[in-house]
């Protein structure tokens, strides 16, 4: 049987990265994905590999990419390698842009999607203690939170405005009870 592919999303700062990092400390059996993004690697952040906006025109050009888009001034892809540990059976953790849920449900026969929320003054707070983006990135970033999320996703909303552990707990009891197939409900889960 195939893996899972399970898209992480939601607004800048509610925290996927770090939910990310810790459902795979938990459960070795899930893998975390490692995005190619043309912002360079010193300014920190998750584990991705950052390459130069020709380079990932170039990589987008010769098919490097599963899904690809272009936010927060940055391009974003997943490398095909991705679609290869899914169908190696591989449990995936993707953090995707809402806005490419359609494309990346088309691909994925066990797809579902984690939706991460925090109220408005939490994302301005955890933006602005993560230090990477200046004010006006940051502002930006916060428009950009109440992205509507595309019609006819199934998806799971989970609060990340208590402690991690909790919406990391609270997450792997959902994936233990979902095989990730046709009938995802769209119930809200609120630790
Ligand atoms: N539940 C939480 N409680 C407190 N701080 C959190 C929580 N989740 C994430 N953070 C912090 O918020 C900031 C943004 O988290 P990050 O994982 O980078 O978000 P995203 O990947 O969604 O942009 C980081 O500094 C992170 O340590
Ligand atoms: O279309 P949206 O759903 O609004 O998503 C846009 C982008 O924002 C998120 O990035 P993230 O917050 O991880 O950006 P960063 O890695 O630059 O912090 C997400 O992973 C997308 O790359």
Redesign the pocket.
């Known amino acids: 049987m195939t893996g899972r592919f399970i898209a ?1 999303v ?12 810790g459902l795979a400390a938990a459960d070795p059996t899930l893998c975390l994905a490692r995005r190619v993004i043309s912002r360079p690697a010193t300014l920190g ?2 584990a991705f590999d950052g390459v130069s906006e020709r380079a990932f025109r170039k990589a987008e050009d010769d098919g490097a990419f599963i899904l690809s888009w272009h936010a927060h001034g940055w391009h974003y892809g997943i490398p095909q390698s991705v679609a290869l540990e899914v169908a190696q059976g591989r449990d995936v953790l993707v ?1 995707l842009s809402r806005a490419v849920l359609p494309q990346a449900q088309a691909l994925f026969a066990r797809f579902c999607v984690i939706l ?1 929320r ?1 109220d408005h003054d ?1 994302l301005a707070a ?2 602005t ?4 983006e200046d004010a006006a990135e940051i502002e930006r ?1 916060l428009a950009r939170a109440d992205f509507a999320m595309p019609l006819g996703i199934p998806h799971q909303v989970i609060d ?8 990391i707990a609270t997450i792997r009891q959902h994936l233990s009870q979902t095989a990730c197939d046709a009938g995802q409900s769209n119930q809200k889960i609120m630790p």
């Open positions: 992480v939601g607004p800048s700062g509610v925290g996927k990265d770090s939910v990310m990092e952040g998750e953090n991460l925090a939490i955890r933006l203690a993560r230090n990477r970033r990340n405005s208590g402690p991690l552990a909790q919406t």
